[in-house]
């Protein structure tokens, strides 16, 4: 029968658990609406909204967290995990943020249609696998699916610096709006990968590695 602690623990891994899940519905949001498929505007307000769910829901978690600890004084991999959670549930925050600022950039620039979406759609299906992977990670203690996930980083950090380097400063991206747009997007996606890796790094403390030197 499981402990009260590991009861409180199981508690709040789900509730980030449904924090990730609502990140990753918001960046799908963004990347229909640039595909076309949804208003901007709409989806904006819906981000706005649930961006904003996300912050009470880490509010509330690192309110429980610090209640845990302090009733509960764990120890060894509980205080690992719990520590762990804390920080997992501020970088959803972040994500949610950055899906936000992706909607701002959709309705601020509204011709975004008339671009090479295509340079956006792999880096964001990247990213949102990062996110699922490096959740996984933490959920079944599994180092190497963590190590998988920081390692595909490259591939959206990639995408950024090549469409800069390719695109704008060779002039070759003749539409200003795309060009400025998709540079703001790009940027967004990579912040975004850079949380999913500092999952992925607390999916690897939790599981007894030493956090990585920054």
Do not use: W
């Amino acid at each position: 029968m499981p402990s009260l602690l590991d009861m409180e623990i199981r508690s709040i891994f789900a509730e980030v658990v449904k924090s990730s899940e609502l990140s990753l519905s918001l960046t799908k949001k963004c990347v229909s609406a640039f595909l076309g498929k949804e208003d901007p505007q709409s989806v904006l307000r819906e981000v706005d909204r649930e961006a904003q769910v996300l912050s009470f829901t880490h509010r509330k978690l690192r309110t429980k967290i610090s209640e845990v600890l302090a009733r509960f004084q764990p120890m060894a991999s509980d205080l690992r995990t719990l520590i762990s959670l804390m920080e997992i549930s501020y970088g959803l925050v972040r994500l949610g943020r950055y899906a936000r600022n992706i909607a701002q950039t959709l309705v601020l620039f509204e011709k975004v249609g008339n671009c090479d979406i295509n340079i956006v759609v792999e880096p964001a299906r990247v990213t949102e696998e990062m996110v699922k992977k490096a959740m996984r990670s933490v959920k079944v203690k599994d180092v190497e699916l963590a190590k998988e996930v920081i390692k595909i980083d490259d591939e959206v950090d990639g995408a950024y610096e090549s469409y800069l380097k390719e695109r704008v400063l060779t002039g070759k991206e003749k539409i200003p709006a795309c060009a400025v747009s998709i540079t703001l997007i790009l940027r967004y996606l990579e912040r975004m990968a850079d949380h999913a890796v500092q999952i992925a790094e607390e999916a690897m403390y939790i599981a007894g590695n030493p956090r990585p030197q920054s």
